[in-house]
């Protein structure tokens, strides 16, 4: 199958072309096609194809595309256009598309690997990938596709991705020194685009190596008319310096001989930057940064004309000029918005003040790498020195240098002789800004302790440059910019994993690689070390890295490689607050050991405060310190989560708080969640007795229940909100508890049969099977015969879920032996209606109705109203199956009178359902019509828990209901 969206919808199958003709089949398989592989609910296919006024008749019309779409793509099994059920309604399609299938797939990923291959500085094979990639553009995206929200958006995405393709193969091209070449396409190009920077840069570039270099300053003059008369701002500091190099007819604007690169600035020396390639339009590779006579010094400014400043500083340092720069390594990869931010930041050099940039992170992200890899590109502009001085901020075993042993190196290296330096800070300090207060130098201090280290040995000159590295955000830093630094894209990481081990050999086990990236969670240190140990190991397949990362217990141990481990980052992080006597911080250790103990991907603000026991200011406090420190991650206001990685480390160190301690926190978020989940499902409309039981104090054996910080629910909205934020961590939370004590494990089995209340109305058939098994087991390890038969009760759920009724038999008759074994008739009379109408489900009517007729004698002396309603109803459905049709509307009607009486709106609906479908039967349509009209007005909301059965049928009111049916109309199939 290949579909075509790059110009008019086209399919092809078995290579012949195949015809959608009809305009709404082309827009129904183009919504599908903007998000193939993910399901599309029909309620926004019905906005999609019909707008905010469908017809009357909008699901059925739906499904009847639906199918003829089906046979369109010859997928009468349904197995390419999946439909999704929500209980026992479709309530979404999903297109199923194999890599490579779709055009518009294959263009995004050819444009990805040009800009990749840019990245490595290989612009021959990117103008390979990005020439294919254009050559599949045939039109404007889904050409004849009548216009619709879904469609309109993705058109625009591939536009803006097929312009930036346009942008990336010119750069491609210019970079091979083909500038003739693009001339006329690139003229063109900017002319769609007036006010882009990058592009008129390119062309200005192309111009002048053409030797236009009049034409090339007239589109300098042009495009800062535009942007002053549109925008009322100028040109970017990139092609000011452009312009300025193209007056000056600078030698290194022209292809260095025998050399792609060789180019005029860095990458954000040039407009190429604003594209996302990572340099300007022909690198840098010519020669490296800093080195005399290259192309970077020839674009440090004016600061350096008549040489200066550079000759005040040679003479200062007795002639030499300070160049520490660390070697870059390799292996850097991707970050190419953030060189071009600190590019950007650090190039306002000689507006009064040093520029000043702060990068900030969590350990091993590679802050200085980047910091290290920006500051060679940025060498050439300061051409009186670079310092270096790691400040070890965070490394493990070694105490932060103090500022001034920092600045006593800085003066030996400016020529001061160590008898004179200075000893007191302040001295010091202020003898290092009068040396370099007339120069342009450049800084990296990484691995900051805080602003405190930082701030002595900032110098003033305008001229200057600081780039700082630190794990925590530097925020009293005077006149920082700051730049937080996150894990790796995952195509960034694949391009890192395959830089170190081979292109060939992660090619040959892409899987594998994805499963690496996921394990390291994206972090670059993670990434270099186990690339490290495969690069020294050419005979080993990937994936026999993936099986020793796969036991979360030893990954760490995996991640190392010589004296260079992740694990040694975290604790040097981990230490810093553990070991400072400042009370937040003791806090925010003790929070971070306690986080090993608690599972689940987040965890909102009241459950932190359960967890440590404390009022959720403290938490707070004790939190957001280590969000500071990088530890943790707050993706939104009183939400927290931790990286995969960090987690594992958190486990190991959790070990330090006692176990009581830790037994007693995890207690503490269990009793959190449960009291939480307890009032959230008082909202769901739980039948009575299930809605006391939910209320209830701890089970036997957990002794008293302490005060419990539960979150208020409001209202149904709010509960149904709350649950699902929530529940990944409930089943998470769940699943640990059932590893833990007795106590706890029964706390688990609690919570269990509480979520089944807001996941079986959502058909979460997953997670109710998993927490459903997990709970039977739990309860007979426990030997616990009340909480087992109460599981089993649950267990039936998921197996009616699935229409799987000997499951349910099966779970049935072994609660009702429990029941009669500890004599609980509540519970005895519950299992036989169940077990009844699994039987009456497997058309065993006579036992159904012995069965179901002993129901109703108990429910009679238990007085149980809702229970002889419900009884009533599947006694009915027996003699229904029996073709007693008589005695089963004598039994639907009672139900109903008393489901009226007692005001139970949903079992009155299921009534009603039941007897219309007798009235059908017997051929009485317009009764039967009537009667579903009624049970529809007391039950039309299909996503409320009505009972085990009415939540079943009511998906099934809307659509008798929307066939219309008349007297003279035939009955419906028997369901």
Known sequence: MKYRVLGPLGLWRDGAEVPIAPAKWRMLLAVLLCDAGQVVSTDRLVGELWGTRPPQSVHKLL?????????VLGDESGDLLVTHVHGYRAHGYRLVVAPGEVDAHRFVDLVRQGGRELDRDAPGAAAARLGEALALWRDAPFADVPPSPAVEAEALRLTASWTQARELFVEARLRLGRHEAVLDELEALAGEHPLREGLQGQLMVALYRSGRQADALATYRDLRHRLAEELGIEPGPPVQRLHQQILNADPALLLVPGSVSGTPEPSSGTPGSSLGTPGPVSGTAGSPSGAPGSASDSAAGPAQAGGGASGRAA???????????????????????????????????????????????????????????????????????????DLHGATAGLTPLEPGEVLGRFLSTLGVPNVAVPSNIEEAAAAFRSLVADRRILMVLDNAAGADQVRPLLPAGAGCAVLVTSREMLTTLEGATHLHLGVLFHD????????IV???RVAAETDAADTIIKMCGGLP??????????????????????????????????????????????DASYQAIAGSDHPTDQAAAHAFRLLGVVPGPSLGLPAAAALLGVSTARAEDAFERLVDAHMLNSPAPGRYQMHDLLRLFAREVRAEEPEAARERALERVLRFYLATTGQAVAHLEVPPYFARRAQERAPTGTGPTPALPAVPIKDRGHAVAWLDTERAN???????????????????????????????????????WTLGELAVRTARSLRDRTSEAWTLHNLAAVYWLHRRFEGVRQCMEAALTIWREIGDRTGERRSLYYLADALADLELYEEAMSLQTSHLDLAREAGDQQALVIGLGNLGRVYRGLDRVDDAVDCFEESHRIAERIGARSLQGFALHEIARVFFMRGLNAEAHRRLELAASLENDPTRYVSWRG??????FPAFLSLRIGPEAPGPPPV
């Open 525 to 570: 240190l993670a990434l270099r070390i186990v690339g490290a140990r495969l690069a020294a190991r050419p005979s080993w397949p990937l994936s026999a890295l993936v099986e020793r990362l796969t036991d979360a217990q030893s990954r760490l141990d995996e991640i190392q490689v010589g004296d260079v481990s992740v694990r040694a980052g975290f």
């Open 730 to 768: 409930l089943i998470a939370t769940v699943t640990r508890a059932a590893t833990t004590s007795d106590a706890l494990a029964r706390l688990g089995v609690r919570l269990a049969g509480l979520l089944q209340w807001y996941l079986y109305p959502q058909a979460r058939a997953r997670e109710l």
């Open 315 to 389: 003479s200062a340092s007795g002639g030499r000029v300070p160049r520490q720069l660390p070697h870059t390594g390799t292996a850097f990869i991707g970050r190419t918005s953030e060189c071009s931010v600190l590019e950007e930041v650090l190039g306002r050099t000689g507006e009064g003040q040093a520029a000043i940039a702060a990068i900030d992170g969590t350990g091993g992200v590679g802050k200085s790498a980047l910091a290290i890899h920006v500051a060679h590109r940025l060498a050439g502009r300061f051409p009186d020195g670079q310092f270096y001085v």
């Open 63 to 71: 499904q009847g595309y639906v199918s003829r779409v089906r046979r």
């Open 492 to 499: 960034q990481a694949m391009a890192l994993l395959e830089r």
């Open 502 to 504: 081979g292109r060939e």
């Open 951 to 956: 939540h079943a049928w009511s998906a099934y």
